[in-house]
């Protein structure tokens, strides 16, 4: 037996009787940082165009307490246009390496400025300088042209701090439910979600599989 499948087995008791779900997923997104080969901290982030097209795609999660989960995006994207439009979003993790998903949802919130800025601060040089020159999601004439507005962009922030572009920012989903699934032989797995119940905090329903 792996090591993974001890660790997962050892884990099983923790899972099924944890009292509330962020302590919960610190262990699981620490585990799948030990265990995962590449960022474990992506997410499948799912939401709605206007017409009620759904939409999913991997974005990075760069933060989470129990105010909620944050990543960060080009707000005139189409992710960042379709989440302004419902403030509503949902995330799936999923680590394969140790037979685990999470699935949150909730409504979303803007990460007041000062939050933004100290992230963004963090940044790569680099990044910063795509944040300004990337057009996220919008038609590009060719690879070239790209590389021509880092360039300019590049020289435009030769010395000093790079500021934050004001379209750039981040979004927290506040969850609602939060569930937790583990893999079990015969597909006979493990779920457990987790509800909020406004002030009373959070309530727990194990599921079929």
């Keep these: 037996m792996s090591n993974t ?3 997962n087995d050892l884990n099983q008791a923790d899972f099924t009787e944890a009292g ?4 919960l997923f ?25 017409d009620g097209m759904p939409n999913v795609r991997m974005v990075l ?6 105010r909620g989960f944050v990543f960060y995006t080009n707000f005139e994207s189409v992710k960042g ?12 993790f999923h680590w394969k390496s140790l037979r685990r998903q999470v699935r949150v949802r909730g ?3 803007q990460v007041p400025d000062e939050e933004a ?3 963004y601060a963090s940044r790569p040089r680099g990044s910063r300088i795509g944040a300004w020159a990337s057009k996220q999601s919008r038609p590009l004439e060719s690879r070239f042209a790209l590389e021509k507005a880092v360039a300019e962009y590049t020289a435009k922030f030769a010395v000093g701090e790079i500021p934050r ?5 981040g979004f927290r989903i506040v969850p609602v439910s939060i569930e937790f699934w583990h893999d079990r032989p015969f597909r006979l797995h493990d779920r457990v979600l987790f509800k909020r119940e406004g002030d009373e905090g959070w309530s727990k329903t194990r599921l079929y599989p």
């Excluded at 509330?20 to 302590?23: I, K, N, S, T, V």
């Excluded at 940082?33 to 901290?41: I, T, V």
């Design 165 to 169: 572009p004001s379209y750039w920012s």
């Design 5 to 7: 499948m001890i660790k």
């Design 20 to 23: 509330e779900p962020f302590r």
């Design 26 to 50: 610190a262990e699981w997104l620490q585990d799948a940082e030990r265990s995962e080969p590449n960022d474990p901290n992506a997410t499948a982030l799912a939401t709605v165009d206007p």
């Design 107 to 109: 409504p979303v919130e």
């Design 61 to 66: 999660l760069k933060g989470f307490d129990e």
């Design 117 to 119: 800025d100290a992230y």
């Design 81 to 92: 246009q379709e989440i302004l439009s419902s403030m509503k979003a949902a995330l799936c």
